[in-house]
Nanobody
Framework: QVQLVESGGGLVQPGGSLRLSCTGSRITFSNYAMSWYRQAPGKERELVAHITSAGTNTTYADSVEGRFTVSRDNPKKTVYLQMSSVRPEDTAVYYC??????????????WGQGTQVTVSS
């Protein structure tokens, strides 16, 4: 089965940085647009960042624009989220998502288990 595994989460102080990684297996990784979502306690899941299958375009939530950077390494089947100048409100479980929408088939949509990011002094 397709698997997505996140890593790199943990405790970080406000203003600090960390990098999340998500690595796929048993997947034609270059077919998929990749996204990072997050969910804080009591809140809806929200889109944080998106990157197209070839890595040519990126999109960010207004709340992280200028602070976070999404990138990918297709030969390594890995997508990254570089988080800088983090704030307490960035605290959440961060999820990796892979989405491929072939015109001839229903979408292929996969999720990782998530990794906890806690921003606290």
């Amino acid at each position: 089965q397709v698997q997505l595994v996140e890593s790199g989460g943990g405790l970080v102080q406000p203003g600090g940085s960390l990098r999340l990684s998500c690595t796929g297996s048993r997947i034609t990784f270059s077919n998929y647009a990749m996204s990072w979502y997050r969910q804080a306690p009591g809140k809806e899941r929200e889109l944080v960042a998106h990157i197209t299958s070839a890595g040519t375009n990126t999109t960010y939530a207004d709340s992280v624009e200028g602070r976070f950077t999404v990138s990918r390494d297709n030969p390594k089947k890995t997508v990254y989220l570089q988080m800088s100048s983090v704030r307490p409100e960035d605290t959440a479980v961060y999820y990796c998502n892979a989405l491929w929408k072939p015109a001839w088939h229903k979408p292929y949509d996969y999720w990782g288990q998530g990794t906890q990011v806690t921003v606290s002094s």
